[in-house]
């Protein structure tokens, strides 16, 4: 069964600071996504990183996709008020019927 | 249309009722997802459409839960004799081709059994 573990699960930071959001999965997968919820709204797709090595940015958000650790990274540089909502990672395998596991979710408060 | 729609946004129903949940997904997607998001939950997989291909059903937690995709468009999440625990918010996601591209979520609609 494929599991996909975020850490952490909550984080609370200021303005202005980076860090880090880790999406570890179980097995070989093909794809990984990652997806912004804010409360009481639909998942929002932010990233989606295909292959090993993949690393792709957005304004202060920055993905990364290491097959071979089976680790994807979500990266805050400077954090802003704007970007306090709850973070999905997700995966698919082909042989699964690209069925979307998601992680937990990390829900990111950040303080002005 | 614009995004995936999907009605009611919000629907309470007495326990033992059958609910209906409709998605209307992005035009020309080919693949359809249901999902299941419980208060404080993560998201759980219930059932995929893709093109004619017979579905993926394997999500579904029971007998009560079914559903259709009709003309390969418009899909319905049938809740038969609702039960508390069915409580929840039901997304609804569709992509362009199967696994390639990410999925886009509707709106969901958010479920109460009383």
């Known amino acids: 069964e494929l599991k996909v573990e975020q850490n952490p699960l909550f984080l609370s930071m200021q303005e202005g600071k980076n860090y880090t959001i880790y999406c570890n999965y179980s097995?070989?997968?093909?794809?990984l996504y990652w997806y912004r919820q804010d409360p009481g709204k639909s998942l929002e797709s932010l990233f989606v990183?295909?292959?090993?090595?993949a690393v792709k940015q957005e304004g202060r958000l920055m993905a990364s996709l290491d097959t071979k650790a089976r680790l994807s990274t979500l990266h805050i540089t400077a954090a802003v008020h704007d970007l306090s909502a709850t973070y999905f990672c997700?995966?698919?395998?082909?042989?699964?019927?690209?069925?979307?596991?998601f992680g937990e979710g990390t829900q990111l408060t950040v303080n002005p | 249309g614009a995004g995936v729609s999907q009605s009611p946004s919000n629907k309470v129903t007495e326990k033992g009722k059958d609910v209906e949940l409709r998605c209307d997904p992005i035009?020309?997607?080919?693949?359809l997802y249901w999902y299941r998001q419980s208060l404080g939950q993560g998201l759980e997989f219930l059932i995929y459409?893709?093109?004619?291909?017979?579905?993926?059903k394997s999500g579904l937690p029971s007998d009560r839960f079914s559903a259709e995709r009709t003309g390969g468009s418009v899909s319905t999440l049938t809740i038969q004799r609702t039960q508390q625990e069915d409580s929840a918010v039901y997304l609804c996601?569709?992509?362009?081709?199967?696994?390639?591209?990410?999925?886009?979520f509707g709106q969901g609609t958010r479920l109460t059994v009383v």
């Open positions: 990183l295909l292959s090993n090595g």
């Open positions: 997700a995966v698919d395998r082909e042989t699964s019927g690209s069925r979307l596991t």
């Open positions: 035009s020309g997607h080919t693949a």
């Open positions: 996601a569709s992509s362009l081709v199967r696994g390639i591209t990410e999925a886009f």
């Open positions: 097995t070989t997968s093909d794809r």
């Open positions: 459409f893709q093109g004619n291909s017979a579905p993926d």
